[in-house]
C-alpha cells in the first residue's frame, strides 16, 4: 500500500496525510457522476465511517438492496418504506443524488406478486394493475427526490434465440410488460429520469440485442431517459474493446448512457464470466479462494491497472455518459465474496475492508489531478 500511494504520488494513508486525499467526485466532476451503492447499515448510522466515507468521495448513491420489490413491498397490502427513506434522507443531508433501483426484476421479488386466484398464475389485467400499483406507490412517494429509476432490470435473455428472459413476468404479461413499466413510472413521476439497466452488454448478442430492444421502445414512443451497463467485471474480461463497443452501440441511441454497478472480481472463475445471474452458483474450494490473508501485490497492480483503463474508456465517452457508479464502497460489503461461490474473500472495489483506499483508488484520482500532466481533458 505504501509503496504504490509513492508510486502514484499520492501520500500514503495513515501518514497523517488523510485530509488531503483527493476527492473522486471531484476529480470527474467534469466528465460524469461517480456513484456507489450503499448498505442499508452504511447510511442509517450503524457504519458510520463508512456512511461519511461515501458522502465525502462520492456525488450518487444507489440504494444496494432496499428499494428492490421484496423490502419495499413484501405483502399485497403492506408496505415497508423505513429502510428506502433512510437512503432519502442521507442523501438529501449530504446533498446526493439518489438512483432508485429497482422496479421491475425477475428477481427478489415475493412469490404472491405473480400468483392468482386459486393458486392459479395471475392474469395480464391483474399483473399490470399490480405493477401499475407498486410503481405509482414507490415512485409516487419519492417523486422530487430521485434523479432516476432503474425502471426495468435485466430484461435480455443470456443464451437461446429470444432476445428477452423468460421471466414471469414476461410470461405472464407478454413482451409489453417493459413498456407498461417506463409509462408507469413517467405516470407517477413526470420529471425523474427512467433507466433500463442490464449485465452482460458487452457480450456481442447480448450487446446487440439491447440496442434491438431500446430501439424497439423509442419506436413506441416509450419513455425511457437512460440506459444503464451493469458492468460487473472481472481482471482479464471482458476486453477493453468490448467495453468500448458496448458504450458506443448505447451512446448511439442518443440516451443518457451510465455505468451502474461496476467491480472486478480478482478471484478465479471456472468460466462464465460476465453473467451475473443470481441463479447461478458454483461449488467452491480452497483453490478458489486464494487471497483470505489479503490481495497480493502483483493482483493488488492489476486491479489499479483495470481500473485505470476501463476510467481511459470511459472518459473516452463523456459526451454521453452521465454516471458511473460502483457496486458497493469498500471489498467487505461487497456481493462477489459470495457470489457464484458463497463465503470467499473478494477484493473488487476502491477501499478495502478497513475503508482504506487501495491502489485503485489511487489508480483512478492520479491522472486526474489538476496539473497532473496531460491527464485532463
Ligand atoms: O448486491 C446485491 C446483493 O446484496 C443482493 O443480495 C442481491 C439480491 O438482491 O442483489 C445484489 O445486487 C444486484 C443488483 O440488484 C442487480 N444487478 C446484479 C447485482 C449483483 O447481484
Redo the contacts with the bound molecule.
Sequence with gaps: MVAWALTLGWPALGSGAENSTPRLRDVYAQEFMIGV?L?AAQVDGRERRAGELAAEQFAAITP??AM?WQALHPQPDRYDFKAADAYVEFAGRHKLSLIG??LV?H??VPAWVFEGADGRPATREVMLNRMRQHIHAVVGRYKGKVKGWDVV??ALSDHGADILRDSLWRRLIGDDYIDHAFRFAREADPDTELYY?D?GLENPRKRANSVTLIRGLLDRGVPITGVGT?S?FHLDYPALADVDRTLAALSSLGLKVMVT?LDVDVLPSRGNAGI?D?NRSEAGDASMNPYTAGLPDEIQTRLAHRYRDLFAVYRRHRGSITRVTL??LDDRQS?LNH?PIKRRTNHPLLFDRDLKPKPAFFALVHDRRPNAGGGTK
Design positions: 451503492a448498505s444496494e438492496n428492490k433501483h429497482t426484476w428477481s427478489q432490470n435485466e439497466n449485465y451493469q460487473h454497478e451475473a443470481l457496486w458497493g456481493w457470489f
